[in-house]
């Protein structure tokens, strides 16, 4: 970060783990960050993440943020401070045959990246993972260092970070708008209509985003779209790694010693989801479903007992690719938002790329261009060349 750094006068909109890892990284760097949230830290989405902390994507770009993201979860401790209490478990996509010659091209292009995975066919995976059934699997990828982490801790410890370089937090403080003069941001206005001037602000609202940008005739055309895990008490002689699976169409991981949580995202068609008021528990026939899948894997979960769950939203953008830059026609505006589902583990370097953008006007710990609202504008939407076909249900793109 350079010297342009000092003196900077950055308000973020959202303390979810985005906005935090922004707020850090700006402090860090010597800007006066300050964090408005509606509610409390972690007041939104990023609570109810299933924390997943893979690094199989699909999208080069999407992968090199998620591969450097996972050196700062291991890393914890040095790099942020306090804990974000990652667990390294293993982590596999698995796929039948539709979906093995994506599958080997995505792990060429993984590897690539620097990412530590390899192919490997289902007797290997059998023997990674006594417990699980893989008559059905063609190939599967396997990362030996993936893991899960806490997000309450992840997104309180980049919070608590940002505050020792100076950060503040305005918490219960909406945002009302986005103020500018002529083309430049020049701050916001808060909810009981006090003006906060900034040289910069960047919007990190999750399904929120768009109300706040929608008044300055631009948005990305976010859908909320509501997604549900569930816990399920797992005899801790039953030991398995995450799971991607393609095939049953679920993803699950190991929750601590006798626990799995399990999850689907928009497995049936549901109304657009009100991100202020939704159904935060799981209904009955999901907890069904999802257990049903997890057992096609996992075939001693079968009767596993049902602990608890939730509901939360995705911020689905037009491409299920996070939109991350500029906003266009307003300077000094910026947006990091719609990740779709899968934006908690890239968060770290989401944050540094970002504090980056907005310090230095580049982004070099990931470059951030294919991220940009222009594709948005311009309908040229992010299409990976090795997608997959997913089980019906599962949620989003990888
Ligand atoms: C059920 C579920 C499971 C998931 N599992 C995974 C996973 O395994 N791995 C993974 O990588 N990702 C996962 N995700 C996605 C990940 O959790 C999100 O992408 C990430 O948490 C988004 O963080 P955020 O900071 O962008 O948004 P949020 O955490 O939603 O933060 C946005 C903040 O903006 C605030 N805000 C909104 N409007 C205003 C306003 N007008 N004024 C002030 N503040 C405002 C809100 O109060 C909120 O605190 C999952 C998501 C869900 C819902």
Not at 126 to 132: D, F
Not at 261 to 277: H, I, Q, S, T, V
Request: proline content about 4%.
């Amino acid at each position: 970060m350079t010297q342009t750094a000092s003196g900077a006068n950055v308000i973020i909109v959202g303390a979810g783990v985005v906005g935090c890892s922004i707020a850090f990284h700006l402090a860090r760097a010597g800007a006066r960050a300050r964090v408005f949230d509606k509610g409390g830290i972690c007041a939104g989405m990023s609570a109810r993440s299933g924390a997943l902390v893979r690094m199989h994507y699909t999208f080069a770009p999407e992968a090199e943020l998620a591969w450097k993201s996972h050196n700062y979860f291991q890393n914890w401790g040095e790099i942020v401070g306090g804990r974000c209490g990652f667990v390294e478990t293993g982590f596999a996509v698995v796929v039948d045959e539709r979906n093995a010659s994506r599958l080997r091209a995505n792990v060429t292009m993984l590897q690539s990246v620097g990412v530590n995975t390899e192919v490997v066919t289902a007797a290997e995976l059998r023997k990674l993972e006594p417990h699980a059934f893989v008559d059905d699997v063609a190939l599967a990828a396997y990362e030996p260092h993936s893991g899960y982490a806490d997000p309450v801790a992840t997104t309180e410890s980049l919070a608590s970070a940002a505050k020792r370089h100076g950060a503040e937090f305005l918490v219960n403080t909406a945002v009302a708008g986005i103020i500018h003069s002529g083309e430049r941001v020049t701050g916001i206005v808060d909810g009981v209509g006090r003006v906060h001037e900034a040289d910069a602000v960047c919007v990190v609202a999750g399904p929120w985003t768009d109300a706040l940008l929608a008044p300055l005739g631009v948005k990305i055309g976010i859908k909320s779209e509501r997604a549900q895990i569930a816990f399920f008490k797992r005899p801790p002689q039953i030991q398995h790694c995450i799971y991607i699976d393609t095939i049953a169409g679920s993803y699950f991981r190991p929750h601590g010693g006798d626990m799995t949580l399990a999850g689907l995202g928009g497995w049936k068609a549901e109304a657009e989801a009100n991100p202020d008021d939704f159904r935060e528990s799981n209904d009955d026939d999901f907890v069904a479903a999802v257990r049903e899948r997890l057992a096609k894997r996992i075939p001693a979960m079968a009767d596993a007992p049902y602990s608890r769950g939730h509901a939360g939203i995705y911020d689905v953008s037009p491409d299920a690719r996070a939109v991350m830059g500029r906003v266009p026609g307003v300077e000094r505006l910026f947006v990091a938002a719609g990740f779709s589902g899968t934006g908690f583990k890239t968060a770290p370097t989401v944050g540094a790329s970002m504090a980056e953008l907005i310090l230095n006007c580049t982004s070099t710990t990931v470059d951030l261009t294919p991220f940009g609202f222009d594709r948005i504008l311009n309908g040229r939407m992010i299409e990976s060349p090795n997608e997959y076909e997913m089980g019906a249900g599962f949620g989003h793109k990888l």
